[in-house]
């Protein structure tokens, strides 16, 4: 056989096969369950409630091909998800007129009062004061810090003739009788739980109460609930979940509001550095007192969706401006300066001393430039959480000396203020 015959043979025997070659993709790489439930937990925590639940589901199904059982936890957490997505097109629009970035250590003296007031232990009226619950402090040292805990409140009303305790998994109610307290016979069957109830708020018509607790119900953490006494006065009804921007993803310690003064406020740690709450004061009666809710009528934009529900905006800093209700006095001030007890100055004119206009001057500038800081620092942080791992080196440098500058000017910051009460002779 000739060359040329063997060469022609050969090209017909192995044409098929040239003919079948294909290219071969690489695969995409893929998520480990642990990435996949991280990739959930953050998006949740940034609204995100679609590729939250995408995700969650992901990882279920990862567990399932390895037949795994799915924790509760999991299933507790894909709940919460479904119920947040559910309250985030119909949240409220709360007015929120001024909002503060305060230390939980500091939330029972900085925490703004109306008629009806939030008293932790040593506030109370002293023959009430050993009925609020004492939980033992977790001790950590300088390696493991352990955040603190935001404080238990007693409420009492604006006449001091009623208080509502915390007692272990429900509420006690007292009322004055002459000069002791007597526990009243109402029932709290309805409120129980497994866990603590925080933050008892009686409305001023007597019959509405707000709390926090924690509940596998819920949204995360802790969450706000409204209940009301029964016409006959002797219990409540089935409490119920409160919904958006009241509720978050965090969180939500204390609601509260102040009819005959028209604001109230909102606690929640949402966003905030670990350690710290926002506290948020709105005014107008919010539209779930009034059986009604935002965004059932009109499908909200995405970006008002986020703007209601989240209660997005500029946050400040320190005890300068942690303010006391609004008055016709307060709308006009020049400034808020929380001195001492219920001392508060609202003008320039108030400083006793030139030493304390000057020193507050300073203060009030470095406030302003530490505002600054916390918001560049809350963006990078927000990437941070976002990036790879070449946007977290880029960053790196820039995040941690922001951090040590807002550690120190905050330090500085609060020196500067006590500086002032003690030039305007404060001891």
Do not use: C
């Amino acid at each position: 056989m000739s060359l040329r015959s063997i060469l022609l043979l050969s090209a017909l025997v192995l044409a098929p096969l040239w003919g079948e070659a294909k290219v071969v993709k690489p695969k995409a790489p893929t998520q480990s369950p642990e990435q996949l439930l991280r990739e959930a937990e953050r998006a949740y925590h940034a609204y995100q409630f679609g590729p939250a639940s995408t995700a969650l589901s992901k990882y279920i199904s990862s567990l399932q091909r390895r037949r795994q059982a799915v924790p509760d936890s999991i299933t507790m957490l894909q709940g919460q998800i479904a119920r947040a997505e559910r309250m985030y097109g119909a949240a409220d629009e709360l007015r929120v007129v001024d909002s503060t970035l305060v230390g939980i250590d500091r939330i029972a003296e900085l925490l703004p009062q109306g008629s009806g007031r939030f008293l932790v232990a040593e506030q109370l009226p002293a023959d009430i004061r050993s009925l609020l619950p004492v939980e033992t402090p977790v001790v950590g040292d300088s390696l493991h810090p352990v955040p603190p805990v935001f404080p238990i409140f007693g409420f009492v009303d604006a006449l001091g003739r009623n208080s509502i305790i915390p007692d272990t998994r429900a509420l006690a109610w007292y009322a004055k009788a002459g000069r002791s307290w007597e526990r009243q016979g109402v029932a709290t069957k309805t409120l129980e739980a497994d866990a603590p109830i925080r933050s008892p708020f009686l409305l001023e018509d007597g019959m509405t109460l707000f709390f926090a607790r924690r509940s596998p119900a819920g949204l995360g953490g802790y969450d706000l609930y409204m209940t009301r006494l029964t016409e006959q006065g002797n219990s409540f009804f089935e409490p119920t979940l409160l919904g958006m921007p009241y509720n978050s993803p965090y969180n939500d310690y204390l609601l509260a509001y102040h009819e005959s003064e028209g604001w109230g406020i909102l606690i929640s740690d949402r966003f905030a550095p670990e350690g710290q709450v926002h506290v948020y004061r709105f005014t107008g009666r919010p539209a779930f007192l009034a059986g009604r809710q935002g965004g059932e009528t009109t499908e909200l934009a995405p970006e008002e969706a986020y703007r209601r529900a989240t209660l997005s905006g500029v946050l400040y800093e320190g005890e300068a401006v942690a303010v006391q209700p609004t008055t016709q006095r307060e709308e006009k001030a020049e400034l808020t300066f929380h001195l001492q007890g219920s001392v508060v100055y609202h003008r320039w004119a108030d400083f006793k001393s030139d030493a304390g206009r000057r020193t507050f001057a300073e203060a009030e500038a470095l406030r302003e430039s530490l505002a600054r800081e916390e918001a560049r620092l809350s963006e990078l942080r927000a990437r941070w959480r976002e990036g790879d791992a070449s946007v977290r080196s880029e960053l790196r440098s820039e995040l941690q000396l922001l951090e040590v500058s807002v550690r120190e000017k905050t330090k500085q910051h609060r020196d500067l203020l006590n500086a002032v009460r003690r030039h305007e002779g404060v001891r």
